[in-house]
């Protein structure tokens, strides 16, 4: 099993109420772009996921399509309203061939850095490549890692007596964040680890290069805030070069 499926094996049962908790249950600002982006769709999602994204926008009237490397997170979309008119491949998203060209195609939420190492995240940018229509666009955003960090420990009391502990390590040298996070919730431990490869945006930009595509936006978040120095995520809108 690779690292995204595994990841989401693992995280599957809890992923919903973990957004709940970390108030990220509503994006709306996010879907409210990737919507405008869409020109009416169809598009496709890499690592659909439960459909946090994906849903907002069939509800929107538009056909989304999604690729997810885990069965038991799709099992979660299809469990919800609306969750069947989501078409979903199953693979992995640097790999998997797709039916059709989008004129939109986005991977959101660090989602990209599931991927394990820069040669796989640079095959799904030629992957992605390969689906977009002429005029298609490719949004990805991520978090901008602060330098300097190596360790972080936090503990999280949430709504319904759940309590959470992770312990986040940083190697910056290899561009790798590791989580390891014990979560208590009606007397059961339960035990998620999470393996993170970040990119920064500069290598992004390099990886659509040799795709073919060329950066033609940066935000610096979900609304239209500035890329600066200081920004600590990004939303990258690629097109083809």
């Known amino acids: 099993m690779d690292v995204a499926s595994a990841y989401g094996e693992e995280w599957a049962g809890v992923y919903d109420d973990w957004l709940a908790w970390h108030d990220e249950a509503e994006p709306e600002p996010l879907v409210e772009l990737l919507a ?21 926008m069939v509800r929107r009237g538009i056909a989304v399509r999604g690729i997810e490397a885990s069965p038991a997170m799709v099992q979660r979309l299809r469990a919800k309203p609306d969750g069947d008119r989501v078409r979903v491949f199953l693979g992995d998203m640097a790999e998997v061939a797709v039916l059709g060209r989008f004129p939109l195609i986005f991977c959101v939420t660090n989602t990209l850095f599931c991927l394990p190492d820069a040669a796989s995240q640079a095959r799904c940018f030629r992957n992605t490549a390969l689906h977009l229509t002429d005029d298609g666009l490719f949004v990805v955003e991520g978090v901008v890692m602060a330098r300097g960090w190596t360790t972080h420990v936090e503990d999280t009391d949430a709504p319904g007596g759940v309590h959470i502990h992770t312990d986040t390590r940083h190697d910056e040298a290899a561009q790798v964040i590791t989580t390891e996070t014990v979560l208590t919730r009606d007397g059961e431990v339960h035990r ?13 930009d390099a990886f659509a290069g040799a795709a073919g595509l060329r950066l033609r936006e940066r935000r610096g978040d979900w609304g239209a805030g500035p890329f600066t120095a200081q920004t ?7 097109e083809r070069a």
């Open 232 to 238: 600590r995520r990004h939303v990258s809108i690629y």
């Open 36 to 56: 405008a982006l869409a020109r009416g769709g169809p598009v496709l999602e890499l690592g659909v996921g439960t459909g946090r994204f994906a849903l907002p």
């Open 192 to 204: 998620l680890a999470a393996r993170y490869r970040y990119a920064w945006p500069e290598e992004l």
